[in-house]
């Protein structure tokens, strides 16, 4: 059985030409044997290439066939689907209702504390095909993948531009420690958002990005297995604003790989307003989905171990 996406050749549609070609090449042993030295080059091509540079899906670990700086095969490319059902209109998290779903739903969680930003949504759910692409580039250091997550970004910041008001909001990549940064070699938050803003851009939408205008100042353990109060404990004084006077009256947009449950980036959004922002919006490549907080902390967990080991 042949797998979707992995035909490197077409039959589309030209009978006509097809058979005309095969007539020439009846009347004409020439053109019959052009054509034949012309497959035999291509499949010689084909297979020096695959001698030279084998390679392998780094999802699945099906063979890759067509050439692509990004080492993940188009079945897997084709696994990654945007979140659909009915979400939080304030911390996108999903929500579930029977009956008429109300157009401004709000989850139990924001109706009890009211998050310091005006609006949270994300591209995917942070698991199967979407998470492995997340993890090539953030532990992996493959960083075409960053191509790849800057456009489900720039499509997702589209999804909520009608709800910015006045001057266009300013792009703030939530930042790394400067020893995480330096240790990684870039900060995956920032490489997204500038993809996305460049996507932006070619579509006549134009934002300014200002990635230093949040400095993460201290070090933090891991959020890993941690509770929500120990997290936001571990968060405290870790972020500072370095310029409040251009943040002031403006909304924020601060970008992020991944929203888990949320204590980064609330606590820049409060630092964000406190500093004189008018609104802060969140957007993010992932979220993890209620229920699944343990299994993506667990997963995480020994990844980072990998990661470590290697």
């Known amino acids: 059985m042949v797998r979707q996406g992995r035909v490197v050749f077409s039959s589309s549609g030209h009978l006509n030409r097809a058979g005309a070609q095969q007539a020439n090449a009846v009347h004409s042993p020439i053109s019959g044997l052009k054509g034949g030295v012309n497959r035999l080059l291509r499949e010689a091509a084909a297979s020096l290439f695959n001698t030279l540079f084998p390679g392998e899906c780094r999802l699945c670990g099906e063979a890759l066939i067509n050439v692509s700086r990004l080492p993940v095969c188009r079945t897997c490319l084709n696994g990654v689907k945007p979140l659909s059902g009915s979400f939080c209109s304030l911390c996108g998290e999903q929500v579930f209702a029977f009956g008429q779903q109300p ?6 969680m924001c109706r009890r504390a009211t998050p310091p930003f005006a609006r949270a949504v994300a591209f995917g759910s942070y698991d199967g095909e979407l998470r492995g692409v997340l993890h090539l580039l953030k532990y992996g250091q493959v960083r075409p993948a960053a191509g790849l997550l800057g456009e489900y970004l720039a499509n997702t910041i589209q ?26 070699g870039f900060n995956q938050a920032e490489l997204i958002a500038r993809v996305a803003l460049k996507r932006l851009a070619a579509r006549g939408v134009k934002l300014e990005i200002k990635p230093r205008l949040l400095k993460r100042q201290r070090a933090t353990s891991s959020q890993t297995g941690l509770t929500r109060h120990q997290r936001r404990a571990n968060l405290r004084g870790a972020f500072v604003v ?12 601060v970008v992020d790989d991944v929203f888990t449950t949320g204590t980064t980036v609330s606590e ?13 919006f969140v957007v993010t490549v992932a979220r993890v989905l209620k229920g699944d907080v343990n299994k993506i902390q667990q997963n995480t967990a020994v990844v980072q171990k990998m990661a470590a080991a290697s």
């Not at 157009?103 to 139990?108: L, S, V, Y």
């Not at 792009?171 to 990684?184: E, H, I």
Request: glycine share 8%.
């Open 103 to 108: 157009t401004a739903a709000i989850c139990g």
């Open 159 to 184: 999804q909520i531009q009608p709800a910015f008001s006045g001057a266009s909001p300013i792009v703030v990549p939530v930042p790394l420690y400067r020893g995480k940064r330096r240790q990684r």
């Open 268 to 280: 820049c959004s409060r630092l964000l307003m406190r500093a004189g922002a008018r609104r802060v």
């Open 242 to 253: 370095k310029d409040r006077a251009a943040i002031d009256g403006r909304d924020i947009l």
